[in-house]
């Protein structure tokens, strides 16, 4: 039987019993109370950060994107990734560059163009989700030149100047604004007489930039490439009447079988939004509708 008086005498009345409980270490000793807890929970922060870098980053929209764009879209870009969280970047080309592009294995996820006719080459490829592009925008051709060129009284009739040495414009084998600039000269009846004062730019970007560099006296170029803030302070434009030329309806796909797609989807709802509809016409392209 249990002494007592010796219990009485190690644990003084009113000391409750608490038997010390200890954790073996590595080595079999015991380990202090609380360091296996702190170990596991060390532990548990590890493994969540390697699950963490181990986690694929989000993907860029990578987005093919005709020249008339790239005074617009950067911005607009910024503006989708601070609603979304998805990040995007744009690659800019004439249409017919990108289409080509595109066709022969480019990883881009939307393709947006300065006309219908190069997404419909993506669609009759197999390479688009949609059986028929989608609009989203509507081109101007206007009529630009220098403040300090001999054609400051610009008019459509600068066009018929004899004094008029070169005209800029975007090829119209690969960019819809080019196509457009020669179908408004037929239109005047005017190709063949300044067929030999062209110059050929790749893009309309270009031929925006061989108009304000003095490479060309004038330039039929996009609205958008015109109402950009160094060409609005180097000169002046006009707009070519729409009846002089073929509406550029710019339409647009979303690549099949893309990892983006949805983000691609996204963004085209994005573009189709009143505020961004506004920003755009602001810039250049009017609606479709």
Known sequence: MPNSSLT???????????????????????APEGTLGRFFKFLAVI????????????????????????????????????????PARASYKSSATLATAII???????????DFSFPQRVIDSGLAEESAPIAYAR????????????????????????ALKSIA????????????????????????????KLV??????????????????????????ALTPRLQASGHFIKVPQ??????????????ESPNAPAAHRFLNFLASAPIARELQAGGLSPVH
């Open 243 to 256: 009846e002089n030329y073929p509406p550029i309806l710019q339409g647009a796909v979303v690549i099949k």
């Open 139 to 162: 081109g101007t051709l206007v009529l630009w030149t220098r403040n300090e060129s001999s054609s400051r009284n610009l008019s459509i009739a600068s066009l018929r100047d004899p």
């Open 200 to 225: 050929i730019a790749e893009n309309i970007a270009q031929a925006a930039q061989y108009a304000d560099s003095g490479n060309a006296q004038l330039g039929l170029i996009s609205l958008t490439s």
């Open 169 to 196: 414009i975007a090829n119209p084998s690969h960019a819809p604004y080019g196509r457009a600039a020669v179908a408004a000269l037929h239109h005047l009846g005017l190709c063949d007489t300044l067929k030999p």
């Open 8 to 30: 009485r005498s190690i644990f003084p009345k009113g000391t409750a019993f608490r038997p010390s409980v200890q954790s073996p270490t590595t080595d079999g000793a015991l």
């Open 47 to 86: 493994i969540l950060a390697l699950f963490v870098l181990a986690a694929p980053a989000q993907q860029p929209l990578r987005i093919a994107a005709a020249a008339d764009l790239q005074p617009l879209l950067p911005k607009l870009l910024k503006q989708f990734t601070a609603q979304t969280g998805i």
């Open 104 to 114: 022969n294995g480019a990883p881009f996820d939307l393709f947006l163009a300065a």
